[in-house]
């Protein structure tokens, strides 16, 4: 699970963007966001 987790959250970073196709601040915060949460899990 521990390696499949960066996995799906990078799948689902790539489905937001694609699914959003909007630029906003939001979209720049959300995948360092989720690249801490990751780091976070990691440890």
Known sequence: ???Y???MLIGWV???RVSS???CR???YKPV???GW???QSY
């Open 5 to 7: 987790k960066p996995v």
């Open 38 to 40: 990751v780091a976070v």
């Open 33 to 35: 966001m989720l690249i």
């Open 21 to 23: 196709g909007v630029c």
């Open 14 to 16: 790539a489905v937001q």
């Open 26 to 28: 939001m979209e720049t």
């Open 1 to 3: 699970m521990e390696t």
